[in-house]
C-alpha cells in the first residue's frame, strides 16, 4: 500500500472506514500548498488543503482540488510507447531504455557529445527524484546542448545574480512583513500567488491585508489586472519600457539627494549609475513608457521616503527585449535606497542555504548556431530549432524532453514544431502526450506528484520561512509506471554511465540526506517525522554582502554588459505602436490554468471562447472599427492567428492582451489522433531571433501585431 499516513485531528469531512488519509503538498505551482489527500483503494477521492500544515495552506486552489482530472486523465501515458507509423504501441521499459541508450550512443559516437539535446519544462522542479537524475543524465550525456524554460521564465534573474552578486542563483526575496511600500512590476499575483523564484505563502492576502494597514501598494502593469485594482498606485506603461520608469525614479532619487549614501559608497559603480541617471531625460524617459513625467517623481518620492520598501520586477518584463536591464534597475533602485537585504527589502536568505556560495558563476560554451552563451547552464528555447535545422559538427539529431511543452509555451512554435519532426530520436517523459510530444519516436510516462514523494533542500533558500516537507505519495502510479527518476537512472545505466556514482545506493532519500547532512540540516527520515512539515526556526537574512561572490567582492550596481544594453536602448528612438490596427501583445493568466497543462482538465470549468479572445482598449477598438465579439486576423511578421475582441478598458491603449496557455492538442497515442484542443497557441506570433541578447527571452510581451477585421495589411507589422 501507498505509504499513506492518518492526520491527528483533522478538521473537515473524517476518512470513512477503508478510506487512508495522506499528507502531503501540492506540486502544481511553487507554492507548494500542504494537502490532505483522501484516497480509496488507491485511487483519490478528495483533496482538501492541509490545515495543519503551518506554512502553505492558505493558498489551496481549484488547481490542487481538481488534481485527479489530470491522474486520471483518459489520455495519460500508462507505459513506455514506441512510435509505429502515426501511432504508438506498447513497450517494456526495458526495451525502451535499450533501443534509446543505443540509438543516443551511436548519434554520440558518431557526431559527438552535444549531438544529444535535452529540454526540461517547468513541473519537473517539483519532481524531488525527477530533478536531480535528469540533471545527472545530462552530465553524463556531457552534451551542452541543455535547454530548458529559463529563456521564457527567469532567466532575467540569473543574468542580474550573475552581474551583481556573482552567481546566478542569487534569489533575493521580498521581505513582506516589514514593507511599507511595494512597487510590483509586471506581476499579477491575486492570480499567480506571490511566487517566482522564491514564495509567501497566502502572500497576496498579507500583502492585502498590509495595504489596508498602510502600505504603499503600486502595482506597474499594462493591464488594470486583478491585484491591479487593489493597488493604491497603478501606472500603465507600454510594455518593454518598464526600465525608462525605473530609471526616471533612480535620475529623481539622485536628483533629489534621497540615495543612501553609505550603501552607495559600500557597493561598486555607483556614480557610473548617477551619471547615467542623472544624463537622461525624464521628460524623455515618460515619454518612451507613455506616462507621465509627473507620475515617475511621485514614484521616485514615494519609494526613497519610505520607511522601508521593495521593487520587484516579475514575468511581465522578463519575458521580453528588456527583461534584464528592466531587473536590474530594480534591483539598482533597491540598492541606492537602502533597500538591499535590509528589513522590508530585498533580501536574501543564506541561513541554511547559500546559494550565492554554493553555485559560484562558471561560464559555459557558447551555442553553435547563434554563439550565445547559456544561462544558468541552459540554453535559450529559443535557439533550439536553428540548432536542429542548421546542418553541421554538433547538430542536435536526438532530444530527450522532460516535463515540457515549448511548442506552446515558447516562441514560433511552429519553427519549432518543424525542426523537431527532424531528429533522429525525440524521447518524451510527460504524463500525457501534448503539441510539443507529436513527433516523439518514444512516450515515457511520468508518475503524477500524487504518487511520488520526497523534498528538496535548496527551496530552502526561496521560501520566505525556513520550511521544509516531506511529499508523500497518496496513490500508487498506474503498474506500468516507473518513478520518472528511475527512468533516467536506467537510461544512463543502459549509456554504461552510472548516475550518481560516488553514492553506493542512490535514490532521491539518499541525494537528498546527502545534501542535508552538508548543511547540518535534519535527515529525509527526521523530516518525514513532521507530517505537516518542519519549520527551522526563523528565516534570517542580512548577509548577502558577505556572501557576494563578484571579482570584486562587492555588490556591483554598473555591471558592463547591463550598462552597455541600456545605453543601447537609450539611443534607439522611442516608438510606441501607432496608426490603424498596430499594438503590442502581452500576456494573462487564469487561475485555472498552470501554464499550458491544465487547459483541458481543470480550465475546461471556464466557458465559452476563452482561448480564443484578444482583449483592446476602447478607443482603439473605435479606431480601427472593432466591437465586441468580432473575428480577427492577428498577425505579427512570424506568423498569424485569428482571435475573437473583447473591447475593455482593463488594457490600455496600443497593447492586445492574449491569454498564455491554449490551443496545444492532447493526443490519444494509441490511435495517433488527437484528443482535444482549446484555443490558440498566440505564442506563434513570437519570433524565435528577436530576443533580449542578454537573457535569450523572446518577446512574448512586446511582440508587434496588426489586428484587423478585413485588410491585414493596415501597418508595418513587426517593426
Ligand atoms: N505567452 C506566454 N508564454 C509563456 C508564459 C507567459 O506568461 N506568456 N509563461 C512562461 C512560463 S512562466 C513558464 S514557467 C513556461 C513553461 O514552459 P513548459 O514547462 O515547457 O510548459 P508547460 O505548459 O508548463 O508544460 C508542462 C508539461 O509538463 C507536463 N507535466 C506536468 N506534470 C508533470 C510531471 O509530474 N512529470 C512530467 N514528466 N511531466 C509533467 C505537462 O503535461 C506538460 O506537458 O511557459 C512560459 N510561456
Ligand atoms: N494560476 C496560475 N498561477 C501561476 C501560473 C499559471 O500559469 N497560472 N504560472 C506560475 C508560473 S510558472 C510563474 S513563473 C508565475 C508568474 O507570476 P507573475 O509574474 O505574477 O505572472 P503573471 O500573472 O503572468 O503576471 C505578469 C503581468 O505582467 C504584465 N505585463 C506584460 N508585459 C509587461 C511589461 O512589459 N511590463 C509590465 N510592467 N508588465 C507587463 C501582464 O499584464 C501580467 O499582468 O506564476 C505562477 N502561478
Ligand atoms: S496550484 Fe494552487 S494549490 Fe497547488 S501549490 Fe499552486 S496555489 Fe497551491
Ligand atoms: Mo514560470
Request: glycine share 8%.
Amino acid at each position: 500500500m501507498p505509504s499513506a499516513q492518518k492526520t491527528p485531528g483533522s478538521s473537515a469531512r473524517p476518512p470513512s472506514a477503508n478510506e487512508q488519509v495522506t499528507v502531503t503538498h501540492c506540486a502544481i505551482c511553487e507554492m507548494g500548498c500542504g494537502l490532505k489527500v483522501t484516497s480509496r483503494d488507491d485511487r483519490v477521492v478528495r483533496i482538501e488543503p492541509d490545515k495543519q500544515n503551518p506554512y502553505s495552506w492558505r493558498d489551496f486552489c481549484i488547481k490542487a482540488a481538481t488534481a485527479t482530472k489530470v491522474l486520471d486523465h483518459p489520455n495519460r501515458l500508462l507505459s513506455p510507447m514506441r512510435r509505429v507509423g502515426d501511432a504508438y504501441v506498447p513497450a517494456t521499459y526495458e526495451e525502451a531504455v535499450e533501443d534509446i541508450a543505443g540509438r543516443l550512443s551511436a548519434i554520440q559516437e558518431r557526431h559527438g557529445a552535444d549531438a544529444v539535446a535535452t529540454y526540461h519544462g517547468n513541473p519537473i522542479c517539483w519532481s524531488y527524484g525527477g530533478r536531480p537524475f535528469e540533471s545527472e543524465l545530462n552530465r553524463v550525456l556531457g552534451t551542452s546542448n541543455r535547454f530548458n524554460f529559463g529563456a521564457i521564465d527567469e532567466n532575467s534573474r540569473h543574468v542580474v545574480g550573475r552581474e551583481m552578486y556573482g552567481s546566478e542563483m542569487a534569489y533575493l526575496q521580498i521581505d513582506l512583513d516589514d514593507c511599507d511600500c511595494l512597487v510590483l512590476v509586471g506581476g499579477n499575483p491575486a492570480v499567480s500567488t506571490m511566487s517566482w523564484c522564491g514564495n509567501i505563502p497566502d502572500g497576496w492576502k498579507q500583502v492585502l491585508a498590509r495595504t489596508a494597514a498602510g502600505m504603499d501598494l503600486v502595482i506597474i502593469d499594462p493591464r488594470r489586472t486583478e491585484s491591479a485594482v487593489k493597488a493604491k498606485l497603478h501606472v500603465a506603461p507600454l510594455p518593454e519600457t518598464d526600465w525608462a520608469i525605473l530609471l526616471g525614479m533612480i535620475h529623481v532619487i539622485f536628483r533629489e539627494g534621497w540615495e543612501h549614501r553609505q550603501d552607495c559608497a559600500d557597493a561598486e559603480g555607483v556614480e557610473r549609475i548617477r551619471e547615467i541617471a542623472l544624463a537622461s531625460d525624464l521628460a524623455d524617459l515618460a515619454a518612451r513608457a507613455d506616462v507621465d513625467r509627473a507620475v515617475i517623481a511621485d514614484l521616485a518620492e514615494r519609494f526613497a521616503r519610505a520607511r522601508t520598501a521593495v521593487c520587484v520586477a516579475r514575468t511581465g518584463p522578463a519575458q521580453g527585449r528588456n527583461g534584464a536591464i528592466t531587473e536590474w534597475l530594480s534591483h539598482v533602485l533597491n540598492l541606492i535606497t537602502g533597500r538591499t537585504d535590509r528589513p522590508g527589502g530585498n533580501v536574501y536568505y543564506n541561513r541554511h542555504i547559500d546559494l550565492i556560495r554554493m553555485v559560484p558563476f562558471r561560464p559555459g560554451k557558447p551555442s553553435r548556431v547563434r554563439g550565445q552563451p547559456p544561462v544558468a547552464g541552459s540554453r535559450s528555447i529559443a535557439e533550439l530549432p536553428d540548432e536542429i535545422l542548421t546542418a553541421g559538427e554538433g547538430q542536435v539529431r536526438a532530444l530527450i524532453m522532460s516535463s515540457g511543452n515549448p511548442v506552446v509555451a515558447g516562441p514560433d512554435g511552429r519553427r519549432l514544431d518543424e525542426a523537431l519532426a527532424r531528429l533522429e530520436l525525440f524521447v518524451v517523459v510527460d504524463l500525457v502526450q501534448r503539441e510539443s510530444h507529436r513527433h516523439a519516436h518514444w512516450l515515457i510516462p511520468s508518475p503524477h506528484f500524487l504518487e511520488r514523494g520526497g523534498c528538496n533542500p535548496l527551496y530552502l533558500a526561496l521560501n520566505s520561512k525556513p520550511f521544509i516537507q516531506m511529499a508523500r505519495p497518496a496513490v500508487r502510479p498506474p503498474p506500468g509506471v516507473l518513478d520518472d527518476w528511475r527512468f533516467y537512472q536506467m537510461l544512463g545505466e543502459a549509456l554504461g554511465r552510472r548516475l550518481f556514482p560516488d553514492l553506493d545506493d542512490p535514490t532521491p532519500t539518499s541525494v537528498a540526506d546527502r545534501a542535508l547532512a552538508a548543511r547540518g540540516l535534519p535527515s529525509a527520515a527526521e523530516i518525514d517525522r513532521h507530517m505537516h512539515g518542519l519549520m527551522l526556526g526563523d528565516q534570517a537574512f542580512g548577509g548577502l554582502r558577505q556572501s557576494v561572490a563578484t571579482p570584486s567582492g562587492r555588490i556591483e550596481a554598473a555591471p558592463p554588459p547591463l550598462v552597455d544594453q541600456l545605453r543601447q536602448r537609450l539611443a534607439e528612438p522611442s516608438a510606441p505602436p501607432e496608426g490603424e490596427g498596430c499594438y503590442q501583445i502581452i500576456s494573462r493568466r487564469r487561475l485555472q490554468m498552470m501554464n499550458s497543462w491544465l487547459a483541458d482538465t481543470t480550465a475546461q470549468s471556464i466557458g465559452g471562447d476563452v482561448g480564443t479572445l484578444i482583449e483592446i482598449h476602447p478607443a482603439d477598438a473605435a479606431r480601427d472599427g472593432l466591437g465586441q465579439g468580432d473575428k480577427v486576423r492577428v498577425r505579427s511578421a512570424t506568423s498569424e492567428v485569428t482571435a475573437k475582441v473583447v473591447v475593455s478598458d482593463a488594457v490600455r491603449p496600443g497593447v492586445a492582451v492574449l491569454e498564455q496557455g491554449w490551443g496545444s492538442a492532447v493526443y490519444d497515442p494509441a490511435v495517433g489522433a488527437v484528443a482535444s484542443r482549446r484555443g490558440i497557441n498566440r505564442n506563434q506570433l513570437v519570433s524565435n531571433r528577436d530576443l533580449d541578447d542578454l537573457t535569450g527571452a523572446p518577446r512574448l510581451n512586446g511582440t508587434r501585431v496588426a489586428i484587423s477585421a478585413l485588410d491585414p495589411e493596415l501597418c508595418e507589422a513587426g517593426a
